[in-house]
């Protein structure tokens, strides 16, 4: 039982430059989540999907598109790559996006924008 | 406007003896509370949780104490072990389900 599966674990881009990070999730969970990490920053919420056919922004949105693929898969994409993107980036599923917020996380994306 | 405080980024321990780990909020309005584990290379696993009706919460060597009128979150781990050096995440939610963060404390517990 995978639980949350990310890929690539990293990437090094030019600005400028795209990509998408893959997410998918073998627990049959309805809600995933995007999040960086940034030193001395904690992990902020970039983009959420409540359910399949549905997505909403979180608090650090700008630069980045997402796409709930279907229940299990949730990608984030950089359109054009900046350096101020240079981050490790989680990915996240829950049962559901009411009640208790527990949070199952992928191992993370580590991202370099040179 | 942080609305969720960790303001020791770091803590240092000897193994046996407690840790407490400390975190502080804003808006009254969250309601349920969790901490988070991370390892280097890993993603956050999730530890404990409370809720706001309750003040307490206890799961083998780690309990939760929340005191909603200070809004402080509180983490203690007893006895500490060397396995448990790590950085921890409080994370807190509301009405609007999604997470807030905190920035995290590291703690490192010695031999």
């Known amino acids: 039982n995978a639980g949350v599966t990310q890929t690539p674990k990293f990437q090094v881009l030019k600005t400028g430059q795209s990509m998408t990070l893959q997410c998918a999730q073998d627990?049959?969970?309805?809600?995933m989540y995007w999040y960086r990490q940034d030193p001395g920053m904690g992990l902020r919420l970039i983009y959420y999907?409540?359910?399949?056919?549905?997505?909403d922004k979180g608090e650090v949105p700008n630069g980045y598109n997402v796409s709930r693929l279907n229940k299990r898969e949730f990608s984030l994409r950089l359109e054009s790559a900046a350096p101020s993107q240079t981050s490790v980036y989680f990915c996240?599923?829950?049962?559901?996006?009411?009640?208790?917020?527990?949070?199952?996380f992928g191992e993370g994306s580590r991202l370099t924008v040179l | 406007d942080q609305q969720v405080k960790q303001n020791s980024p770091s803590l240092s321990v000897q193994e046996g003896r407690i840790s407490i780990l400390n975190c502080d909020y804003t808006?009254?309005?969250?309601?349920?509370f969790l901490w988070y584990k991370k390892y280097p290379a890993e993603g956050p696993t999730f530890l404990i949780s409370?809720?706001?009706?309750?003040d307490k919460n206890e799961d083998g060597r780690f309990t939760v104490f929340l005191n909603k009128s200070a809004k402080h979150l509180s983490l203690h781990i007893v006895p500490s072990q060397p396995g448990d050096s790590a950085v921890y995440f409080c994370?807190?939610?509301?009405?609007?389900?999604?997470?807030?963060f905190g920035k995290g404390i590291t703690l490192s517990v010695r031999p």
């Open positions: 808006n009254s309005m969250f309601d349920y």
């Open positions: 627990m049959n969970h309805n809600s």
């Open positions: 409370i809720s706001s009706i309750k």
């Open positions: 996240a599923s829950s049962v559901s996006g009411k009640g208790t917020g527990e949070l199952f």
């Open positions: 994370a807190l939610t509301g009405a609007n389900s999604k997470l807030t």
């Open positions: 999907s409540a359910s399949e056919g549905t997505t």
